[in-house]
């Protein structure tokens, strides 16, 4: 069984681009998260969705950031225009809503982030 | 303060000693508990879930107090391969919500030769 795939690994881009991220839950999963995490504030939750529909962007930093969920196996996490504050690991989980299942996370690889 | 608080560490452990530390959290509607294992440069896993009092499995035993608030993490037998970062995650369910998982800042934890 595929895990939570996360694209890409490494994005490496200049302050004011635009960068997204991919993710692909792993089938059959009805929530999505999306994670950022740093040494500073550890992992943070910014936003995340069940059967598609986002429940709590309450963590997005800011309108720079943005997430779509446009299907059951795909999510981007847009940031726009990027900030070196922004440099982090971004994770991407999904768990299965079934009793106390949809408490277990299952993540990504995540994608390392470097805003130069 | 945080909602859930660890101490980062680091845990120097000699092999095949014990090591615990503990977790507190200040929502005291938090229903159930999450012990995460994250190595260097990886992705965190679950490593134990602790419903009711605790929890053990095999080398690794959780326990929780309601009444003072955290959970901790009981290593016996230490191997090097325990080296890693030890999250605790606290879940609290909201109704339309569905369920807030939060996070520790982890204990990392070094099982030395």
């Known amino acids: 069984d595929a895990g939570v795939i996360q694209s890409p690994r490494h994005e490496v881009t200049e302050m004011g681009q635009e960068v997204t991220l991919r993710c692909k839950p792993i089938s059959g999963h009805d929530y999505l998260f999306w994670y950022r995490q740093t040494m500073m504030r550890g992992l943070e939750l910014l936003i995340y969705?069940?059967?598609?529909?986002?429940?709590?962007d309450s963590g997005m930093p800011e309108d720079r950031f943005s997430a779509k969920m446009p299907n059951a196996s795909f999510s981007t996490l847009k940031i726009q225009p990027s900030e070196p504050r922004d440099s982090a690991v971004y994770f991407c989980?999904?768990?299965?809503?079934?009793?106390?299942?949809?408490?277990?996370?299952?993540f990504g690889s995540g994608t390392q982030l470097s805003v130069l | 303060r945080k909602e859930v608080e660890q101490d980062p560490g680091p845990f120097n452990v000699p092999e095949g000693a014990t090591v615990a530390f503990n977790c507190t959290y200040s929502?005291?509607?938090?229903?159930?508990f999450f012990w995460y294992r994250q190595d260097c440069r990886k992705e965190p896993k679950l490593l134990m879930s602790v419903y009711s009092s605790g929890n053990e499995d095999g080398r690794f035993t959780a326990q929780l107090n309601r009444a003072s608030q955290y959970i901790s993490l009981l290593i016996r037998d230490s191997k090097l391969s325990d080296s890693a970062t030890y999250l605790c995650?606290?879940?609290?369910?909201?109704?339309?919500?569905?369920?807030?998982?939060?996070f520790g800042g982890g204990t990392r934890v070094l099982v030395k030769p």
């Open positions: 995650v606290v879940n609290m369910r909201i109704k339309a919500a569905g369920n807030k998982l939060t």
């Open positions: 969705f069940n059967n598609n529909v986002p429940i709590d």
């Open positions: 929502n005291s509607a938090s229903q159930s």
């Open positions: 989980a999904s768990s299965i809503q079934s009793g106390r299942a949809n408490e277990k996370l299952f």
